[in-house]
């Protein structure tokens, strides 16, 4: 069974910073690639970004590329996303995900940690 669980989550004012960690328990950690989303109130999950197995390959979306970054420590069953420049848009539940298998789809899903950006 796949558990992962977010930390890092808090207020902040825009202009800020933060740190989300995702702890995975997952075997074979090292072969999965990772990925972040978020869902702000009343919208739909979205994508932010995503890491591949080794970390030497990042993916982000448009609206967060060059204010946010992921990263990983294999060793550790851990991935990071550090949000800098916040703005109050950032505001979201964030989410860590998983694969179910190699090149799969993200289908385990972590329970969520809350980012709030004033103003």
């Known amino acids: 069974q796949v558990q992962l669980v977010e930390s890092g989550g808090g207020l902040v004012q825009a202009g800020g910073s933060l740190r989300l960690s995702c702890a995975a328990s997952?075997?074979?950690?090292?072969?999965?690639?990772m990925a972040w989303f978020r869902q702000a109130p009343r919208k739909e999950r979205e994508f932010v970004g995503e890491?591949?197995?080794?970390?030497?390959?990042?993916y982000y979306a448009d609206s967060v590329k060059g204010r946010f970054t992921i990263s990983r420590d294999n060793a550790k069953n851990a991935v990071t996303l550090q949000m800098s420049n916040l703005k109050p848009e950032d505001t979201a539940v964030y989410y860590c995900?998983?694969?179910?298998?190699?090149?799969?789809?993200?289908?385990?899903w972590g329970q969520g940690t809350q980012v709030t950006v004033s103003s």
């Open positions: 997952v075997r074979t950690f090292s072969i999965y690639r």
């Open positions: 995900a998983a694969p179910s298998r190699v090149g799969g789809a993200y289908e385990y």
């Open positions: 890491i591949s197995s080794s970390g030497g390959s990042t």
